[in-house]
């Protein structure tokens, strides 16, 4: 009996991803590039042609974001899939935030994906609001066909 039990949790354990290796297999899912569909900071809706001229591209673990081909941000990718919800932090090389962490989440659905993140220097969000006063940016991207 000791035997089969301690097989079954051999087993177990092999077929548990490595959480490296969920984030690898996470962030393959990221890359490519993306087209904005939703906008919010701190309670105020993103303007329609800001949307329309908003693209995300993610390359490895490194992500641009422009806005009519002038770069907005661009930031280190480090995510945590095992988190409920999954965890993501951008650490920007460049824009309004470089040299700070931005602490986030994300929810992907197909070829859709929504994030949202707290300002620098705050806790990370739990749900994906960002109303007014909370300093939150909340957006959604849909993967451009290829």
């Known amino acids: 009996m000791r ?10 354990l092999l077929g548990a991803d490595d959480p490296q290796e969920a984030a690898k ?3 393959a899912k990221l890359q490519g590039e993306w087209s904005m569909v939703a906008g919010e900071k701190d309670g105020r809706k993103a303007p329609k042609d800001f949307i329309q001229g908003a693209k995300r591209v993610c390359k490895d673990d490194e992500l641009t974001v422009t806005v009519d081909d002038r770069v907005y941000m661009k930031a280190k990718i480090v995510i945590d899939p095992t988190k409920k919800p999954k965890a993501v932090d951008y650490i920007v ?3 309004d935030h470089k040299g700070k962490t931005l602490l986030g989440i994300y929810e992907m659905d197909g070829d859709t994906v929504k994030f949202c993140f707290a300002p620098p220097d705050q806790e990370r969000p739990t749900d994906f609001a960002a109303g007014k006063g909370s300093g939150r940016t909340f957006s959604a991207w849909k993967r451009k066909s290829k």
Not at 3 to 12: D, E, R
């Open 93 to 95: 090389t460049e824009g």
């Open 25 to 27: 297999k996470e962030v």
């Open 3 to 12: 035997k089969s039990v301690t097989l079954a949790a051999v087993f177990l």
